[in-house]
DNA sequence: TTGTAAGCGTTATCAC
DNA sequence: GTGATAACGCTTACAA
């Protein structure tokens, strides 16, 4: 659809500016096949009408129209990352560690010509993720952060939907995740306490979420018969939130000497209420966080923290999905951990 | 497509898996476009036909393929939103504010059951952009920052193509930008310092960036004759950068006795380069960062910084493109912003 | 209220 | 090497 003379003899578009195929074709007289071919890097066509289908094409603005060649092709090349904004929603986003892994793999997908679709986490069982593969929206799913929804992820995978998750690593996980080795971050920071002769420790966390419930567990293993072992869950994983629930905790129970929060964020809440109890790390009570977001240094005091290999994260995530897209199997993989020791 | 027994007797599928509306019409004894109408809400249908057809798209779990519903219909329901990610590459996510405006974002496209196609800012001139409409693979862009862009922004104005900015907002820009009144913000900082007594001013921050540019400006009118005005600009806008600047700044400059930082991450950088010279804050020197992350607040010392009412960006951001989707006008905002005084 | 036919802009298949 | 032709799965006339 090309501009045509009206009545007037003003330029006149038929219904809108778009150029097709079929328009370019006509201009460079050659068949549309041609133009394809051309587009798609064909080895079959001619420098000459090469470089002159492309010379057209250029000229007018001519892009090929991806609804109609991913109606052709089986591949959409999209991938949708599937991102838990609803924790923040409505407040403010604190801890930018899940942003780092969407860069990440904003990145990584960025680098094989693949689009990101990015969706806010839906609850439910999964039906709408079936639907997009069906719709053929897109081709796969990365999951940022694996949150309660192990279950529905079970489903998916008995359902050959292709998608990996950045979470817990489960050996009895039906499908792909990617996360650092929890496990061994609870049990680094028990034996930090360990060493610093603390013997009453509370875990800061949702154990509803597999990640967190086995950092948990790491813990409980480090503390053995040494330590005694209490839990604060806030529902919501936020700030304010485990702010609030220390600080009503504190109000009528001892104070523990040590504390192992599932986030840098959660950590910094926690120094806060505990502060404001009379109690000051590391003088009473030895905390460690997690993550090593850049802001754990630089708090006072600077926090004691398990750091992720998260840099990597992305590419790995991606790398797997694309061979579960391609019809192949993908591990799953633990990501190293350590701690760093600071002030804390 | 849909089963067929094949030579043998056993179940074969055809190509895939997919069911298309064909099968779903043969099925449910009606037309394609009847089912269609059913699938589009369409009022012409019966109840019973509407109950029916549902019925049989259900139980083969059908979906309408989005990709020849795209390739006949105008629009995309597509919107690419651009973040730069680039000035995080390789490195840790600090700020969380770009992210608190993409949840905004993405809520309120998910509301108009929009898709969020999430690019990386690339270099260029936009004819990647022009593209993207042309291609129909999205109706119109957000970019979250306006960065330098400025001058390929105008281009795509000039163009026609659909997208508004968070940024920025100037009378002379030919295309509609949101954000916070940047240069009151500036004045409102320095109001402060001058309150203060404080006579020699530094601006920590990048003036390539346009909105930042504004936030100088508005510091240098409060200056007027009352203060001198130093500027600090490190090229790229990390915590690290801006620590490294003003630590080399401060090796042979005497230090200044205020800041105003583009940023409060930027503001916790200066707080630490500065303690290290042997300067606190507020007793030597005041301090104003930008942005009212949840950490300043809990920063020792709590830092005191200009909040932007981003709560509402995303919804004004997304309710503007889609006006100007609509082929209609849209005005530029601004958003209020005030000063929040704590210890810096 | 429903059905028939045409066409959206590509790519795949097969000729030439 | 290149071109004609037929899908891909849907929606939009228009007809019944």
Redesign the pocket.
């Known amino acids: ?1 090309v501009d045509q003379p009206d009545q007037n003899g003003r330029a006149k578009r038929s219904r809108s500016m ?1 150029v ?3 328009d370019i074709a006509r201009l460079a ?6 133009v ?2 051309v ?2 890097g064909s080895p ?3 420098e ?3 470089k002159h289908v492309l010379a057209v094409a250029s000229e007018h603005g ?1 892009a ?2 991806r609804n ?2 991913k ?3 089986t591949r959409t090349d999209t991938v949708q990352v599937v991102l838990d904004f609803a924790s923040h929603r409505g407040g403010r986003i604190a801890d930018p560690f899940i942003f780092e892994l969407l860069a990440g793999v904003a990145e990584a997908l960025s680098v094989r010509n693949v689009d990101l679709l990015l969706s806010s986490a839906r609850k439910g069982d999964g039906r709408s993720y079936q639907d997009q593969i069906a719709a053929r929206v897109v081709d796969g799913f990365i999951f940022l952060g694996q949150g309660e929804r192990d279950p529905m992820l079970r489903k998916l995978a008995k359902l050959g939907v292709p998608f990996v998750v950045w979470g817990a690593v489960d050996p009895d996980e039906p499908y792909c995740a990617v996360g650092s080795d929890n496990l061994l971050g609870g049990e680094l920071a028990g034996r930090y306490f360990l060493k610093q002769g603390r013997r009453r420790w509370m875990f800061i966390g949702n154990d509803a979420h597999a990640e967190i419930r086995m950092r948990h567990d790491g813990l409980t293993k480090a503390a053995g018969d040494a330590a005694t072992l209490t839990t604060l869950t806030s529902e919501e994983m936020s700030y304010v939130s485990t702010y609030r629930a220390l600080k009503d905790h504190l109000a009528d129970h001892p104070a523990p000497d040590a504390i192992f929060a599932f986030s840098d964020t959660a950590a910094m809440a926690a120094i806060t209420a505990m502060r404001e109890a009379g109690h000051i790390a590391p003088r009473d009570y030895s905390l460690v966080g997690y993550n090593n977001i850049p802001f754990a240094a630089d708090f006072t005091p600077a926090i004691t923290t398990i750091e992720q290999e998260t840099h990597l994260a992305g590419a790995i995530l991606v790398e797997k999905l694309m061979q579960l897209i391609d019809g192949g199997r993908a591990n799953s993989t633990t990501l190293p951990t350590r701690l760093i020791v600071r002030e804390t």
Request: glycine share 0%; net charge positive; no cysteine.
């Open positions: 659809m778009s097709s195929m079929a007289n050659v068949s549309k096949p041609t394809s071919r587009l798609n079959l066509v001619t000459a009408t090469r001519y090929v129209n109609a060649q109606l052709r092709q």
